[in-house]
């Protein structure tokens, strides 16, 4: 009990029976060990002799120090350098293929295109898949008639692989697999889109979908916000066009 410890009567450090030794350091000190140790070694006034320092400021420093000693004593683990390392084509695979994407084999409704691609799409920006590799990844995807068609596209195209990109891949394959009745009809779509009571994301994403299918009236960022920015209810777009907006990002 921490009050009848203080009625005893106090005896010189001299005098007890059992001197208190602080534990000793299991291996050398550096200077800067030395150096945090030094406030727990130091006497609480100068001048103090240590016959004269009171039991319970003994005590406390010596925990302290014993405290500190065992930090000191605790050995850490090696800094790890981080890795800087760009990913490989092998890790990148294996990456996607946990995700387990949709396949894609060229039959069906023309809407199932979209779809698949949007599908990679996502995919791909979870994994922050850089471009080269996006390509790799989304052929491995192509089954049945579309894998026999890409295959017959570049064989007849020696060479000209190695340079095809994931908006050339979605182009080529949007061509292919939309019906030029159903390309045709989402042009319609697009011409005649307007936001009306639609919430600005709704058209946004609708503006997005109809925009892959006529990739030639939107091949700047200059027409795209442009298309975009018609469409918009004219409250809107008043608003946009006061900012000066002049991209479709900014839009």
Not at 70 to 94: D, F, K, S
Not at 126 to 148: E, F, H, S
Request: aromatic share 10%; glycine share 4%.
């Amino acid at each position: 009990d921490p009050r009848a410890v203080a009625q005893l009567p106090w005896q010189p450090l001299s005098t007890l029976a059992c001197p208190i030794v602080p534990p000793q350091p299991t291996q050398p000190l550096s200077p800067l060990q030395t150096r945090l140790l030094e406030p727990s070694r130091a006497n609480p006034e100068p001048g103090l002799l240590s016959s004269q320092i009171p039991f319970d400021i003994i005590s406390q420093n010596v925990i302290t120090y014993s405290v500190m000693l065992n930090l000191l004593n605790i050995q850490m683990p090696p800094r790890r350098e981080p890795n800087h390392q760009a990913p490989t084509q092998a890790t990148v695979v294996a990456q996607f293929r946990d995700y387990h994407a949709e396949k894609f084999s060229g039959q069906g409704d023309p809407r199932i295109v979209d779809e698949w691609i949007q599908g990679l799409e996502f995919i791909f920006e979870i994994m922050d898949c850089p471009d080269r590799y996006r390509v790799v990844c989304a052929q491995l995807q192509l089954t049945g008639d579309a894998r026999l068609w890409w295959n017959a596209y570049w064989s007849m195209r020696p060479g000209e692989k190695a340079g095809c990109t994931w908006d050339m891949l979605k182009k080529l394959v949007r061509e292919k697999y939309y019906p030029a009745y159903y390309r045709a009809e989402m042009e319609r779509q697009f011409l005649a889109l307007q936001q009306g009571i639609r919430m600005v994301d709704e058209y946004e994403r609708e503006f997005t979908r109809l925009a892959a299918f006529i990739p030639d009236l939107v091949r700047t960022e200059a027409q795209r916000a442009q298309w975009f920015i018609d469409g918009l209810y004219p409250a809107v777009r008043h608003d946009i066009i006061g900012h000066g907006t002049q991209t479709y990002a900014r839009a």
